[in-house]
């Protein structure tokens, strides 16, 4: 049995990760492993009892997601389809990757310095550029100088209307102009986005094309997203099977999957994320029972569930994007920095 003054420690621990990690899609198990390496667990169990610990926070913040109707749940459900597998493979592994975890550990945490510095420095590249001052047109030249000979106006373009009826021709008219009275309008091309999204899902996945998704939120807010499932659940296998050998929840890696390579809004991507976590890692947790520390777990855990009931309530939602990203790009970066540590010690 732990002691009140241990206990007291490991529930502020929880209460400081749940306020933070369902906010951004992370479980905050890579912060929970280090802790518990510092205070003395070995590494088996130091991330076993991560892995007990970050149930109680997706959990948390799963309610959390589903009282404001922010989670995409088939979304979700393709995405953890890929995931599942692959938590639970890591769960097995993660006993015996000896040696081996700390090379793990090293090309995890470069990797994601290396992600981290990329999306930071183009968030500040986006950030010049909206500050700077629009371009303004240039006026033409005055009649009768040598510049107005080579200044040229261009018209708009032409284009064809073409008719539904077989007896109607085709005439030409400018673009961005009524059509004369008695022609028929133009036929609507559909774009590609929106050919793929009237095949199924499953098809859709397999073509490796992009799905229109549009998600509306319950605060009204509709997210819309040119979804890439393939790249982003073949990556989602491997990110899972890494999270759980490492004793990671998996928000530190699938959301940059669900960001980058599949393209999703950040809010919905932080969602998606957590609700993931929760299936996941519950599967993850079976594979190791024997290796959790309960007592450890549960107390961390307790802190974790408190805050993260709440804070995604207040202020999911409400990040603007850049913002969201450059928070959670640095939530990252700390994490990979713990992960070289680890790697090293």
């Excluded at 597998?85 to 550990?105: D, E, H, N, R, W």
């Excluded at 107390?299 to 709440?310: F, I, M, P, Q, R």
């Amino acid at each position: 049995m732990l002691e009140i003054g241990w206990l007291i420690g490991y529930a502020a621990i929880g209460l400081t990760i749940g306020a933070i990690a369902p906010l951004f899609g992370i479980g905050g198990g890579v912060f929970m492993v280090m802790i518990f390496f510092l205070i003395g667990m070995d590494g088996l169990s130091a991330s076993a009892t991560s892995l007990g610990a970050v149930l109680f926070t997706t959990v948390g913040g799963s309610i959390s997601y589903l009282y404001k109707r922010s989670i995409d749940f088939k979304l979700t459900l393709i995405f953890l389809i890929f995931a599942l597998p692959g938590a639970i493979g890591g769960g097995f592994l993660g006993g015996y990757l000896g040696s081996y975890k700390s090379v793990l550990q090293v090309v995890f945490g470069l990797v994601i310095y290396a992600l981290g510095f990329l999306n930071i420095w183009k968030l500040f590249k986006n950030w010049r550029r909206a500050r700077q001052p629009p371009l303004r047109a240039t006026p033409p030249p005055p009649a009768g100088s040598p510049e107005a000979a080579s200044f040229q106006i261009q018209s708009p373009p032409v284009v064809n209307i073409v008719s539904t009826s077989p007896a109607t021709e085709t005439k030409p008219i400018l673009a961005g102009t009524t059509p004369p009275v008695g022609t028929t309008p133009p036929v609507q091309v559909m774009s590609m986005a929106g050919e793929q999204n009237t095949q199924p899902t499953w098809k859709r996945l397999l073509m490796g094309g992009r799905w229109h998704r549009e998600f509306a939120d319950g605060s009204g807010k509709v997210h819309i997203s040119e979804v890439k499932l393939m790249p982003g659940c073949i990556l989602g296998i491997f990110g899972s099977l890494l999270a759980s050998m490492l004793g990671m929840g998996g928000g530190v890696i699938y959301v940059p999957i669900l960001t980058m390579a599949m393209h999703v809004d950040p809010p919905v991507a932080a969602a998606v994320s957590t609700a993931t976590m929760l299936i996941s890692n519950t599967a993850a947790i079976f594979t190791r029972m024997n290796d959790v520390r309960w007592e450890v777990a549960i107390a961390v855990g307790a802190g974790a569930a408190l805050t993260s009931l709440t804070v995604p309530c207040l202020f999911s939602g409400r990040i603007r994007n850049d913002i969201f990203l450059m928070i959670f790009w640095g939530l990252t970066m700390c994490s990979a920095t713990v992960a070289l540590i680890r790697g090293f010690l």
